[in-house]
């Protein structure tokens, strides 16, 4: 049994991090608890395929029950933000009007939610890109939009110096950033709270955890060894399948009817556009531009300018041989964009007698719509563009995973208060994207953080 920390977190990823830099920081006793490997910048891995094996849940991804859709998570101290994008962006009034309608929890407002974004930008080193950063995939992606009449805009990044002016061109941003640039919650906030104190455990897997009066007990695996942990408060950022899980796996769900249910994941489906001449996608920034029209909103989808490494694209292909080698080789030719849809938070978490996740979603019908309306403006704006062939890759995925322990006022469809405590406990907390009422078609993880920072502050004044 260990010491009686003040708080244990569980999880280090986005909202993890900022949760134990801001609680260490005022003077609190805390242990991070984390499955994943710690890596430094140095040490990430630079084989891409050695990445997804080495940072992810599941070797690089976790597929539905049904093998129909693809989920993507980190696993590594850092979490969601050592391998996502990075895109930085605020809620708008329909996502958190929604989230009012349906959790009756009155803070999910622009209004209430303004100073706990302000705290967390002001955290961060934030850049919105300009016309001299567009690479040639950008250039492809605003054309089109351009002659076809639809809006598009710049995206904000979480990142301090790429380095791009010097020649560094490593478009590694999705398998670790190796120069501390993109603003991960392991650079802005794990490391600065270990410095100032925080106890870190990593490649500890968290399995259970068990309230025993005034303090809660945790259960978990450190390279097959059983290790238990206490702590006065426990707060679970494992991320909505990971908090979800932890929560399946205490036995909480004869007493929470919602855990498990509303899960949502933005669904991407990826296109490869191919030019006569060549496109470069793999040089210069990854991702500067996605689709702003107004009218997408309202269809639940929007476009996003993206690009693959070769493994991942490579992946992304159907056909063996010399039918896969003929579009591979086309590889310097290719354009890329996706289609996310903000979708219907059908899906169910289940964790079966082994322990082992199933999640269980399907596209709703709803959602094939949403997906088949962005395609066809999508194919219209690369067609636009100049593309000679336009690849729809038959896999997508889900990277933004969220709900399954949701927050809200009614017992029977939520599981966490609005003063994110577990349901009927007083020192049990949830924190991340887990809590999500439902998909806000907007990037999750600058509002995971707003959210943390908010819970932080709550505690601090307790
Ligand atoms: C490839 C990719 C690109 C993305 N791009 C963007 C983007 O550009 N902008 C954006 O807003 N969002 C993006 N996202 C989504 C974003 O990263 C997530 O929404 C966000 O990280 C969720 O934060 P979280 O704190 O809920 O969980 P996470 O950041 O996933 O952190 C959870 C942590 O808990 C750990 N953990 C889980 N279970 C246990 C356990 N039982 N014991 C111990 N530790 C555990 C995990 O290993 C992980 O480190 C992207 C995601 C991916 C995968």
């Known amino acids: 049994m260990s010491e009686t920390y003040d708080y244990i977190i569980v999880g280090s990823g986005t909202a993890g991090g900022l949760l134990a830099y801001n609680l260490t920081q005022a003077g609190a006793r805390c242990l991070l608890i984390e499955a994943g490997k710690n890596f430094r910048k140095e040490t990430f891995p630079r084989l891409e395929g050695d990445a997804s094996a080495q940072m992810y849940w599941g070797g690089g991804f976790e597929l539905s029950h049904d093998a129909s859709m693809a989920f993507l998570r980190g696993k590594v101290v850092g979490g969601g933000s050592i391998v996502n994008q990075g895109l930085m962006d605020r809620f708008?009034?329909?996502?958190f009007d929604d989230w009012r309608a349906e959790s009756g929890v009155d803070f999910f407002s622009l209004?209430?939610?303004?100073?706990?974004?302000?705290?967390?930008?002001a955290k961060l080193a934030l850049h919105t890109f300009t016309a001299v950063e567009r690479n040639q995939n950008a250039e492809k992606f605003v054309a089109g939009c351009e002659a076809c009449g639809y809006e598009w805009k710049y995206l904000r990044r979480g990142q301090a110096d790429c380095g791009l002016e010097e020649g560094n061109d490593c478009i590694g941003c999705l398998n670790g950033c190796h120069r501390d640039s993109k603003q991960s919650s392991m650079v802005v906030f794990v490391r600065p709270a270990e410095a100032l104190g925080l106890e870190l455990v990593t490649e500890t897997e968290v399995e259970w955890v068990e309230p025993a009066g005034e303090v809660v007990r945790v259960h978990a695996s450190q390279a097959g060894t059983a290790k238990t942990y206490q702590a006065r408060r426990l707060i679970l950022s494992g991320g909505a399948l990971g908090t979800t899980a932890v929560l399946l796996r205490s036995g909480f769900k004869p007493r929470y009817p919602a855990l498990g249910k509303y899960f949502a994941s933005h669904p991407q489906f990826m296109f490869f556009a191919i030019y006569d001449e060549e496109i470069n996608a793999h040089q210069g920034y990854f991702q500067t531009v996605n689709s702003k029209d107004p009218r997408f909103r309202p269809r639940g989808f929007k476009l996003e300018n993206v690009f693959a490494g070769p493994a991942s694209s490579a992946l992304l292909f159907t056909g063996y041989g010399r039918a896969h080698h003929e579009i591979m080789r086309q590889y310097c030719h290719m354009a890329c964009a996706e289609v996310a849809i903000r979708d219907e938070n059908a899906g169910e978490i289940e964790v079966g007698k082994n322990g082992r996740l199933a999640i269980k979603k399907q596209l709703t019908d709803q959602d094939r719509r949403r997906m088949k309306d962005g395609t066809a403006v999508l194919k219209e704006i690369l067609a636009a563009s100049g593309a000679r062939q336009v690849i729809e890759s038959p896999l997508y995925f889900g990277l933004h995973l969220m709900g399954g322990s949701r927050m809200g006022t009614d017992p029977a469809t939520s599981v966490v208060e609005p003063d994110y405590k577990l349901r009927g406990f007083d020192n049990i907390y949830v924190c991340d994207s887990s809590l999500y009422p439902n998909a806000p078609g907007i990037n999750p993880a600058l509002t995971v953080m707003?959210?943390?920072?908010?819970?932080?502050?709550?505690?601090?004044?307790?």
């Open 92 to 95: 708008d009034e329909v996502a």
């Open 111 to 121: 209004a209430a939610m303004a100073p706990y974004y302000d705290a967390v930008e």
């Open 450 to 462: 707003a959210l943390s920072q908010r819970l932080s502050e709550q505690l601090t004044r307790s």
